[in-house]
């Protein structure tokens, strides 16, 4: 049985950006969020649910703000409007709010940090607006109180929808839209980014094994190709769900088919073999497909492209040779 075996290769030893994949696209987006990360404006992650737009929030604010500030995350649910409010903005003890005493909100406990709104589509118009006023005056009005507060927050907000799908329902307020339009960072779909596929998966493997006390060290060759096969809707959340599940029920050393979710080997059909005369160029590809994007990202400099991959520079000559690349044409990338 043919396995595609984990090494520093599949990610860089010591990287400090997210896990949610190294492929040309990722690696604009974690230099677009690297820029972002040293100002204090807002910012808008858009992207397919499970895409890691929580996770990105979390490294912008720890590049910019420190790990120790803090940083609170959002979620809309269905409560009624005043609830909301309260939980973002706080509320008075006391009806009349004449009281200095008062409960905090999420709003003002993200005071020096982050705060992290999830699904921006789904506050009303009205919260969305009171948010506006947190980011252009740095600050609130607390309701059913006679006070202001004034906070230095910063807000990230997040959305399934794209910025003009939101706008067209009316579920973006201008506003808010203006202040956040400059700053926005979308996150492609795992399956338009299909060569971090494999990488990511045994990301999750190495950590699974970990966490499960396991000795697995390789994903067989027909499961990667279960793996590159799926479509993704749930993105790398729902990856990394998979991989959970496959080391959990792995017995051996290596994860094989059989360890995926049957809707996934339903996909490709149980006639796949590991001998699959086009298997070998589909992970060929996978691997060619890293190496050009790490040319890509090291304008050419095969030195810099190798210490990206956490190999050797002479692995990354074998590997350059063996795919016909020729790393001067890459000097010119963007």
């Known amino acids: 049985m043919q396995t595609w075996k984990q090494t520093s290769a599949v990610w860089p030893v010591g990287a400090t950006m997210p896990e949610l994949g190294l492929s040309t696209p990722m690696l604009r987006v974690y ?110 009005e607390i309701p059913g109180a006679n006070q202001s507060v004034t906070v230095d927050t910063r807000v990230i907000l997040s959305s399934s929808l794209g910025a003009d799908a939101l706008l067209e329902r009316g579920a973006l307020h201008r506003d808010l839209f203006e202040l956040v339009s400059a700053c926005s960072i979308e996150l492609l779909p795992l399956r338009e980014r299909k060569e971090d596929i494999l990488p990511l998966a045994f990301l999750a493997m190495r950590k699974f094994a970990a966490q499960y006390h396991k000795d697995i060290r390789h994903i067989d060759s027909t499961a990667c190709a279960v793996l590159i096969s799926h479509a993704w809707p749930g993105n790398v959340s ?54 050009i994007d790490a040319l890509k990202a090291a304008k050419g400099n095969q030195a810099k492209a190798a210490h990206l991959l956490g190999i050797t520079e002479r692995m990354m000559g074998l590997r350059v040779r063996k795919h016909g690349l020729a790393p001067r044409g890459f000097r010119s990338s963007v």
């Open 31 to 140: 230099e677009l969020a690297g820029d972002i990360a040293r100002s204090e404006g807002p910012i808008l992650l858009l992207g397919e649910p499970g895409t890691g737009k929580r996770r990105l929030a979390q490294w912008i604010h720890d590049q910019r703000r420190g790990a120790t500030a803090p940083f609170v995350q959002v979620s809309w649910d269905e409560l009624s409007e005043l609830f909301v409010e309260r939980r973002l903005f706080g509320f008075p003890d006391t009806p009349n709010g004449e009281r200095a005493d008062r409960s905090t909100g999420q709003v003002e406990s993200a005071a020096g940090g982050t705060l992290y709104l999830q699904e921006i589509g789904r506050f009303s118009l009205a919260t969305q607006a009171k948010l506006a006023r947190v980011i252009s005056d740095h600050c609130f």
């Open 238 to 291: 729902e990856l990394e769900h998979v991989i959970e599940r496959a080391v959990v029920a792995c017995h051996s050393n290596s994860i094989d088919v059989s360890a995926l979710p049957a809707s996934l080997r339903s996909e490709t059909g149980e006639s796949i073999e590991p001998e699959e005369k086009n298997l070998d160029t589909t992970l060929d590809n996978i691997e060619r497909a890293l190496i």
